[in-house]
Every structure is written in C-alpha cells, then in structure tokens.
C-alpha cells in the first residue's frame, strides 16, 4: 500500500505552509480507523488547507474568488462532477458547468439559485451539465425569478461514413438544441409550479440577451447562447481579431476557444476582469490552443488530468495485467479526450519556457485522494519541478488578488438548507400562472390546487381532521 505523508503531498503541491490544520473537508464525515490510514480513501492536501467559513467573509471589491464545487467526472460523496463557481468583486457571479451532484455542493455553500443565472458549459457531456434540470427547473422555488442563461457550443456538424458506407449526422447536437429539448422535457415540472410567481415586471432584460425584443423576464426562460467552437481570437496568419468572446459586460471579459474532447464542438474558457484572470478547460486532448491562449498570462490556470490507463482500471477495481483489453478500452477514452497528467506538466513547462507561468496550476476532472494526488503530482513535477500546483477536490476555495491566490478549504454542514443570499432589487412580481382572487381579501393569489384532477382531488384528507390535534 501507498505510503504518502500529508507533508509529502503538500510539498508536491508547491503550497507547504507552516501549521497547517488538519482535519475532515465536511462535518459529518466518517472517522472510521480504516479511512484515517488508508491513502485511498483520505484527501491530505485538501484537509491540510486553512479553513475557510462561507458568508464570513465580503469579498473585496478588486478580489475573484473561485469555488470548487464539483471536480471529479465519477460522482461520489466526496466529489461531485465537475462545476466551477466564480465570484467577482463586482458582484458578478458565473458558473463553469453543472455536474451531476454539484448543485448539493453550493448549498452546502451557502449559494443559492438567485446567484445562479450565467452558465457556461464547456461541452454537453453530462458530468458538465447533470444537474442543469434541476437548477433550471427549481429557480422560481428558490429564488431566482428571472430567465437562465446558457452559453456553450454550436452544432458539431460532424458527419461521419463508415466503412461500408453508412452515414451518421450531422445531428442538432449543440447548446440550442439541448434547452429546447430541456425545455420541453420539463413542462409538467415547470408548468407544476407555476402557481407561484415566476417573474418580475421590473427585472431588466439583461445586456447579453441575444434578442431582447423578446422580453424574456421568465424563470422559465431557457436562454441558449451559441459559442462558434472553432474560433480562436485570431485569424489565420494568427492576428487578433476578438471572434471568440462569449460575455464582455461590467468589465468582465470572457472568451472562449476550442477544446479537443471526444466529438467537434468543444471549448475551454478564459475570464479577465480587473487586471486578474483564469482559464477553465472542462476536458481536452493536450493542444496548443490552450497554450497559446495561456500564454499570454493567467493567475489561475484550471486544466482537467486523468490518470494513467492501467491505473484508472486498477481503481476501478479490474487487475490490469489479467484484462489487457480494459486497460486498452480505458487508452481510448483517453486517447480520444483527456490530457494524462504528465502531459499538463509539459503544458506548464511550455508557458515557464514562455515566461507565462500560471500563479497557480489546478489539476481537476480526477479522482482526488493521496494515493493519485501524489502520483499526479509526482507525473507533472517531472516538467514543472517548481511553479504552484494543486489536485482540486470539491469546497477547495481560491482567492485571487493582484498580490497572490490564497488556497482554503471551506468548512460546510452535511445538513445545510438552501438560503436566498442576495437582496433582490425587483418589487413588481408579476402574477403566477395559475392565479386565482381570494374571497375575502380581493387579493390575487397563486392557485395551488388549479392543477389536480377533480376526481382525485376528492379523495385529499380534510386538512381540519389531521389539525384536530
């Protein structure tokens, strides 16, 4: 078994500090004797990080605070799939994906749905954008009375015949075509709640709307906003010509550029506001777009890893040396997606040769316990023996300065409750759907029962008969 001291790891990391608390990433979490010693089932990096307690703190009007809540492509209790939650000193808020289990992790947070209106989906795999139903569905429920936003991909437009010479796509296959599908798969949900208010009479068709005439102020308004993935910021002889921005608003400038994962139509996505940045890459084969793109300067580079092939079997629970095939099956994915550990070292080695060195390097999209964090760490230190890098894990917390990125762990409730956290400017909300005129007030007022069938209605117990004591 993997021997790998929490000085180790943090010493690989790059982030050794003095006195550093130790302790478990989540209240709750289990003491067991096996997990406190076994490298696989414990994360040293992330619990030796200071303690960060969320809503404790006001972020600075110059500061960018970068929350981690989903950072694994395989859900588990510990991990959620993969969401980046950035905040600025403006009061802008964005979302980088919406994994499978991620939405958990920002109420443990502290956020809630009326801070999550502006997402930008890196490609449309569903460890990035899982729990985008429920998010884009429950808003009104919690607070967030206004239309969703969704940046990402165009159509792939890919057209493939096969050897005999059968033919696939090209299919509707890019952001548009995921809403509207959304959409209409979530009509009996949302048409269900639509007895409560949805939205604002006074909320203000935001600039980025790319057709305000529409005058979309619902909640239940699913605004796609398609992302030209093969654009770069340059043209051909690689002049800049600023073709790739997807949001240029209250100072907050974010490009996209192509990403090289599984299918065409896939981006990564670079954020710059007040003299600070980052990048985010979802999933990609190791390309020079991203480099080219880096190596202009970034405080915080967020790049996913995967481990190598024979390994991810082993953790799978397969022997690889009695299934080859597994680990070659595993090779493919990797071969047509990822970007193996060592391979974001050279990446990194390649912007230090430029000059361009990130402040901070993050490995995410992994599996993050002692065992592969040091095997990661070890695989990108052989090319970039010297520059900040850290394995993300869900409730890690960065904030980012002109003087530096600190790193901490946020301290968060197994049991925490959605809290509405922002003062909603509006006062007009329009009437629900599903409406009706109180008797006695006069008041109009959302129809809870508008929607049951009749019959079966009957059949609901006399509230007076269960409140009788």
């Known amino acids: 078994m993997l021997e790998l001291s929490r000085r180790d790891l943090l010493k690989l990391s790059g982030t050794a500090m003095g006195g550093l608390a130790l302790g478990s990433v989540l209240s709750g979490c289990s003491s067991d004797s096996v997990a406190a010693t076994d490298p696989t089932q414990q994360n040293s990096l992330l619990a030796g990080l200071p303690t960060y307690t969320p809503g404790a703190e006001k972020l600075a009007a110059d500061e960018m605070r970068i ?15 993969v969401s980046v939650f950035v905040e600025l000193g403006n009061g802008d808020c964005f979302l980088f994906d919406i994994g499978t289990g991620s939405m958990i992790k920002y109420w443990a947070m502290g956020i809630n749905m009326d801070r999550m209106s502006k997402i930008f989906l890196a490609h449309l795999h569903a460890d990035h ?116 921005v997807a949001y240029n608003y209250n100072g907050v400038k974010i490009t996209h550029f192509p990403a090289v994962h599984c299918r065409a ?66 090779q493919n994915v990797q071969d047509s997606s990822h970007t193996p550990q060592k391979a974001y070292g050279y990446i990194l080695d390649q912007l230090e040769q430029a000059g361009k060195a990130p402040r901070l390097a993050v490995g995410t999209h992994f599996q993050a316990t002692d065992d592969t964090i040091k095997l990661a760490l070890e695989d990108i230190r052989k090319w970039y023996p010297q520059g900040d890098v850290t394995i993300a894990s869900d409730t890690m917390v960065l904030n980012v300065t002109k003087s ?36 006695i007030t006069g008041k109009i007022d959302g129809d809870a029962t508008a929607q049951l069938d009749p019959e079966q209605y009957k059949q609901v117990i006399d509230k007076n008969l269960y409140n009788a004591r």
């Open 265 to 330: 139509a896939a981006v990564s996505y670079k954020l710059e506001w007040n003299g600070l940045s980052m990048i985010y890459c979802g999933d990609s084969l190791p390309n020079n777009y991203m480099i080219d793109q880096a190596k202009s300067g970034v405080d915080v580079l967020i790049h996913e890893i995967v481990m190598p092939a024979d390994k991810w079997v082993a953790k799978m629970g397969i022997d690889p040396t009695t299934h080859p095939n597994a680990v070659q099956q595993s």
């Open 67 to 81: 929350s981690f809540m989903g950072t694994t492509c395989i859900p588990m209790i510990s991990q959620a799939a």
């Open 404 to 439: 530096g990125v600190t790193q901490r762990r946020a301290v968060v409730s197994n049991y925490a409750w959605p809290k509405t956290t922002t003062a909603i400017p509006y006062t007009s909300p329009n009437r629900p759907k599903y409406w009706k005129v109180d008797p």
């Open 129 to 244: 954008m899982g729990d985008l139903s429920f998010l884009y569905g429950f808003g009104p429920s919690y607070g967030r009375n206004w239309p969703l936003y969704v940046w990402g991909p165009t159509d792939s437009g890919f057209v493939y015949t096969d050897p005999v010479g059968n033919v696939r796509g090209p299919f509707p296959d890019g952001t548009r075509a995921y809403c509207e599908a959304l959409k209409n798969m979530m009509y009996w949900h949302n048409e269900s709640q639509a007895f409560l208010a949805t939205s604002y009479q006074d909320y203000p068709i935001p600039p980025y709307d790319p057709d305000p005439s529409l005058q979309r102020r619902d909640a239940y308004d699913l605004v796609p906003i398609e992302l030209n993935w093969k654009k770069t910021g340059k043209d051909a002889l690689g002049i800049p010509n600023n073709d790739n």
